[in-house]
C-alpha cells in the first residue's frame, strides 16, 4: 500500500523551521551532526515571520535596574504561577544572550539613541524589556536565523508535511510524510527528532495565527505516546480587527499600547481602570495622570518608583475579558469590539516610524488612517501555552529521542504567557532542544531499525479518504470545528457549554472518520484539510478536556461556573492529557516543588 517512498537519513530530524526549529537547527548542526530540517510552508515563510511587538530579554539597555530575576517574577506571575520555574529561570537567564547572538549574526535591531539595542513596553513586564525591530521583529528574527542556519550544512526539505513519527520500542526512529506538490511519501530515519511545528490557532473561528498552526506536533508526539501539557490554557489576545469581517482576528501588537495607545469604549472613557487585577494592584496607575506620567517617564528612560504603570498594560488575559465585558455590556464600537486610539497619543510621524506594520494593515485591509482615527479591536485567538510536555532541562518528551520546542512545547509560559517572551522562548529552547537532541544522537552510534509495518500504517492512514465512495467534506468539517471551539471552548468556560463543546467535537471526530476527497495526490488541498483535521481535533478535545478539569479561573483560563482562583488545589496542579488505548486520559500531575532560593527571588521585590 505504501507504494514507492524515499527515505532520507539524518541524525537529528528537526521538523518545524520557525524560530525554534530554525535555532534548534543550528545547534545541532554546530555540533557536527548531520541534520535535516523538515517544513510545510517554505523556508523563510513559518508562522514566527508574522511576530510583530518584540522579543522579550533583561538587557537593561532602557532601565539599568532590569535584569533575569525582574523578568522570571514578571514571567511567573504572568503565568499564574504555574509555569514550570526551572523553565521560566532559564528562559530569563539565557535570553540576553540569546539576543546578543542574533545581533551578532547579523540582526539589525532598533537602536538607543547611544547605539544599543533598544527596549520597549509590553503588558506585565515591569520595565521597558523587548528588541524589536519596528513592528516586524519576527521577519528579522527568521531572516537572521535562517541565513546563519544555512550555512552549517543542515539539509531542507520544504513543502513536507509530516503525518506520524515511527518508533523502535519506546523510542522514535523517524517520521513518515509527504511532499505537498507531489503527494509522494517520504520517510525520514532518525536518531533523534525535535517537533517545532507551532500553534494551534486554526481551531478557533477568530484567530491571529497562519495557516500552518493546526497543532501537528502536539497531536504527533501524542499519537507516538507523549504527554500534552496545560491546554486548558489557550490565550486569546486583546486586540485582533474585528473589521472587516475577512479580516476578523488579524493581530494589532501590543507595541501599540506598548508606544502609549489607550483603549476607550463607545463613550470615549479609557477602560482599563475598571478592571485592575488585584494582583496588580500595587504597581498599577488608577487614574489616567498617572499613568500617562509613567508612559513619559519610561519611554524617556527615567523610571520614577512612585510613579505606577498604565492598566493598558496589564497582561493579555485581564485585557481580553475587560473587552470582552465592556461589549457584552453595550458599551462596544459598531462592529463589536472597542476603540484602541493611537492616533491622539502620537505624532503621525512616530507612529509610522514606530508601527509601520500597523499603519500599512489598517489601510490596505481596513481603509483606516490610524494616525488620524481609532482602530476597532477585539479579542483573538492568538497562543497555546498548553503543549507537548518536556523535562526542563533538556526539552525531552516522555519518549525516548523525541524533544519539543516553541509554541508546540508547555511549560514555560503557565496560564498565560506575556507578550514577547515567546520569541525568546524559541531562541532559549530551540538552542536547549537542538543540543540535548544532538547529545542523545551523539549516544547513539547506529541509527533506529524503521519497522515497515508501520509505514505501512501510515500510508494506508493518509490514503484512507481517497477509497471513500460517500462522506463529508473536510473544509465543512474544519468550519464546524472552528464553530464549535468559538462558541463552547472560547474566552468564557461553563461546565454547560465544555460539555456540549466535547460532545460536539465526539461527533466531529466520527465524521472526520468518514471523510472523502476527490482528485488525486497531486497538490490537493482537501487532502491537506483532511490530514489537518485529525490535528485539530486530537488537540481541541485536549482543550476542552483540561479546560473542564480545570474548575477554577486562572490566566487565560476563565470559567463563568468557577471564577475564583483557587489558592489551594488547583495552584498546584498542571492537567495533562496523554492516549489510553484508543482514548484520552486526562490527569493532574503536581507541579514540580520550588526550592527554597527560588522562592527567595520570587518573594524579592
Ligand atoms: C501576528 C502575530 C504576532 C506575534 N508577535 C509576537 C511578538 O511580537 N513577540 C512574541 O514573543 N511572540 C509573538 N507572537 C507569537 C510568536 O510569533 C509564535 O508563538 C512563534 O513564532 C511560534 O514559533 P515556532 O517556532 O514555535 O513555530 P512557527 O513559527 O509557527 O513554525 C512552525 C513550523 O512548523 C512547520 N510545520 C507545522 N506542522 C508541520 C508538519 N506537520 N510537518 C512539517 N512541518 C510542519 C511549519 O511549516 C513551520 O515551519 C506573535 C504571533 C502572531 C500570530
Known amino acids: 500500500m505504501a507504494g514507492n517512498y524515499e527515505t532520507h537519513e539524518h541524525d537529528v530530524i528537526i521538523i518545524g523551521a520557525g524560530g525554534a526549529g530554525l535555532r534548534a537547527a543550528i ?23 508574522m511576530a510583530e511587538g518584540g522579543v522579550a530579554a533583561a538587557l537593561g539597555n532602557v ?13 511567573m506571575k504572568g ?9 521560566a529561570q532559564l528562559h530569563a537567564m539565557e535570553a540576553p544572550d540569546r539576543v546578543n547572538e542574533l545581533e551578532e549574526w547579523g540582526a539589525l535591531f532598533d537602536r538607543t539613541a547611544d547605539g544599543r539595542i533598544l527596549q520597549r513596553n509590553f503588558g506585565g513586564h515591569k520595565y521597558p524589556r523587548l528588541a524589536h525591530v519596528g513592528d516586524r521583529t519576527g521577519l528579522e528574527m527568521i531572516r537572521t536565523l535562517q541565513q546563519h542556519g544555512i550555512h552549517t550544512g543542515m539539509k531542507v526539505y ?29 520517510v525520514f530515519r532518525a536518531k533523534a527528532i525535535v517537533l517545532a511545528t507551532g500553534g494551534i490557532g486554526r481551531a478557533f473561528k477568530i484567530n491571529s495565527n497562519s495557516w500552518e498552526c493546526t497543532g501537528d506536533g502536539q497531536a504527533l508526539a501524542y499519537l507516538a505516546g507523549a504527554e500534552l501539557m496545560d491546554m486548558e490554557f489557550m490565550q486569546f489576545h486583546p486586540t485582533g480587527m474585528v473589521w472587516p469581517p475577512s479580516v476578523r482576528g488579524t493581530l494589532i501588537t501590543e507595541g501599540v499600547r506598548g508606544e502609549g495607545g489607550t483603549l476607550r469604549n463607545k463613550d470615549q472613557k479609557r477602560i482599563m481602570f475598571d478592571y485592575i487585577h488585584p494582583l496588580y494592584a500595587n504597581e498599577t496607575a488608577p487614574t489616567e495622570e498617572e499613568a500617562d506620567r509613567w508612559l513619559a517617564l519610561s519611554t524617556s528612560g527615567q523610571m520614577d518608583k512612585n510613579v505606577r504603570r498604565t492598566p493598558d498594560l496589564l497582561p493579555r488575559d485581564i485585557v481580553a475579558r475587560a473587552i470582552h465585558a465592556e461589549v457584552k455590556a453595550g458599551r462596544g464600537s459598531p462592529h463589536g469590539g472597542v476603540f484602541l486610539d493611537i492616533a491622539t497619543r502620537r505624532t503621525p510621524a512616530d507612529i509610522k516610524r514606530k508601527l509601520p506594520a500597523m499603519y500599512h494593515q489598517f489601510k490596505e485591509l481596513g481603509d483606516v488612517d490610524i494616525t488620524k482615527e481609532p482602530m476597532e479591536v477585539g479579542p483573538t485567538a492568538h497562543y497555546t501555552m498548553g503543549g507537548i510536555r518536556v523535562d526542563s532541562e533538556t526539552q525531552q518528551s516522555r519518549v525516548k529521542g523525541l524533544f519539543a520546542a516553541g509554541e508546540c512545547a508547555a511549560g514555560m509560559h503557565g496560564a498565560n504567557r506575556l507578550g514577547g517572551n515567546s520569541l525568546s522562548d524559541l531562541l532559549v529552547f530551540g538552542r536547549i532542544a537542538g543540543l540535548h537532541a544532538g547529545r542523545y544522537a551523539k549516544e547513539h552510534a547506529n541509527l533506529p531499525s524503521l519497522d515497515a509495518g508501520e509505514i505501512q500504517d501510515a500510508a494506508q492512514e493518509a490514503l484512507a479518504p481517497f477509497n471513500r465512495h460517500e462522506g463529508p467534506n473536510p473544509f465543512q468539517l474544519h468550519e464546524e470545528l472552528k464553530e464549535t471551539m468559538q462558541t463552547y471552548v472560547g474566552i468564557i468556560r461553563t461546565e454547560e457549554d465544555l460539555s456540549e ?23 490537493n488541498s482537501g487532502w491537506h484539510e483532511t490530514i489537518d483535521m485529525r490535528n485539530l ?18 490566566g487565560a483560563h476563565a470559567r463563568d461556573d468557577f471564577p475564583e482562583t483557587d489558592k489551594e488545589h488547583f495552584a498546584k496542579v498542571n492537567i495533562v492529557s496523554r492516549l489510553h488505548g484508543s482514548t484520552m486520559e486526562v490527569a493532574e500531575i503536581d507541579l514540580p516543588p520550588v526550592p527554597a532560593e527560588i522562592k527567595k527571588v520570587l518573594e524579592e521585590e
Not at 554546530?30 to 510545510?40: D, F, I, P, Q, R
Not at 506520524?164 to 526512529?173: N, W
Open 501 to 523: 463543546g466535547l460532545r460536539q467535537l465526539e461527533s466531529l471526530k466520527e465524521r472526520s472518520r468518514t471523510i472523502r476527497i476527490d482528485g488525486n495526490r497531486h497538490y
Open 63 to 75: 532601565e539599568p535596574k532590569d535584569n533575569w530575576k525582574v523578568h522570571f517574577r514578571d514571567t
Open 158 to 186: 520544504m513543502e513536507c508535511t509530516v503525518t506520524r513519527l515511527l518508533k523502535a520500542g519506546d523510542a522514535v526512529s523517524g517520521a513518515f510524510g509527504y511532499w505537498r506538490e507531489s503527494g509522494r511519501f517520504v
Open 537 to 554: 481535533l486530537i488537540v481541541s478535545e485536549a482543550m476542552a478536556r483540561a479546560a473542564l478539569l480545570r474548575k477554577e479561573s486562572r
Open 27 to 49: 545547534e545541532a548542526s554546530s555540533m557536527g551532526l548531520n541534520v535535516g530540517l523538515v517544513c510545510k510552508s517554505l523556508l523563510g515563510k513559518a508562522h514566527t515571520v
Open 79 to 87: 503565568g499564574r504561577y504555574l509555569n514550570q520555574w526551572r523553565m
